[in-house]
């Protein structure tokens, strides 16, 4: 069975400190993965999506990039935090022909 | 841009009683999935409907797909405080990766 992991599950980090989130997909191939950022209550923002190694497309401009440096692995990132880039995040991966994706359980990041 | 609303977005119930939560959009999607997402967790999986007109029932909800794939909605039924959540609709946007349009969510409470 395919399981999804993130690390870690919750970050405080000063501002202009920089970030890093790391998401893995166990017992899939050539997933499609995601990151979302999510406010409190609310629905989910798409930030990035990959459809392969070294394949990233963004969503919304912002501070933060992303990295996908091996099949299963998906990474957000940021050189210099804003207060603004608090929020839950989300990392998900989905089969490249379903139209279903799958949750990692969140990094809760707190920006202050 | 493709928007799904959510309506109500914030519901409090006594067990057993019914509710419907809706999902709207002036578009059309070629599936539309719900989620429900419990506090400090990822969104899980429910179901997801893919033609239009279609009624799909998981134990005590029921989710209907509008005709014109513009539309859905989640019915449940006897509702009981394991119930309570936030209940996501997202439309499929048909995407070479399969990227997601994720309504503003519905925070179910139903109180014992």
């Known amino acids: 069975s395919q399981t999804i992991h993130q690390w870690p599950a919750t970050l405080v980090q000063p501002v202009g400190s920089p970030l890093s989130l790391e998401c893995t997909v166990e017992?899939?191939?050539?997933?499609?993965l995601y990151w979302y950022r999510q406010a409190a209550g609310r629905g989910l923002q798409l930030l990035f999506y990959?459809?392969?190694?070294?394949?990233i497309s963004s969503e919304v401009p912002q501070n933060l990039s992303a990295s996908r440096p091996q099949d299963r692995q998906f990474i957000l990132s940021s050189k210099k935090l804003l207060l603004s880039d608090s929020g839950f995040y989300l990392c998900?991966?989905?089969?490249?022909?379903?139209?279903?994706?799958?949750f990692g359980p969140g990094t809760r990041l707190t920006v202050t | 841009t493709q928007l799904l609303e959510q309506s109500p977005q914030f519901l409090s119930i006594q067990e057993g009683e019914n509710l419907t939560v809706y999902c709207n959009s002036s578009s059309v999607f070629s599936s539309l999935q719900w989620y429900r997402q419990e506090p400090g967790e990822g969104p899980v999986l429910l179901v997801t409907v893919v033609t239009g007109g279609e009624v799909k029932k998981l134990k005590r909800l029921t989710f209907q797909f509008g005709d014109a794939r513009k539309d859905s909605s989640l019915h449940i039924t006897a509702a009981q405080p394991g119930d309570t959540g936030l209940y996501l609709c997202?439309?499929?946007?048909?995407?070479?990766?399969?990227?997601?349009?994720f309504g503003s969510g519905t925070q179910l409470t139903v109180l014992p």
């Open positions: 990959s459809v392969g190694i070294g394949q």
């Open positions: 017992g899939t191939s050539n997933p499609n």
């Open positions: 998900a991966w989905s089969s490249s022909t379903g139209y279903e994706q799958y």
């Open positions: 997202a439309g499929d946007r048909r995407s070479s990766a399969r990227q997601l349009t």
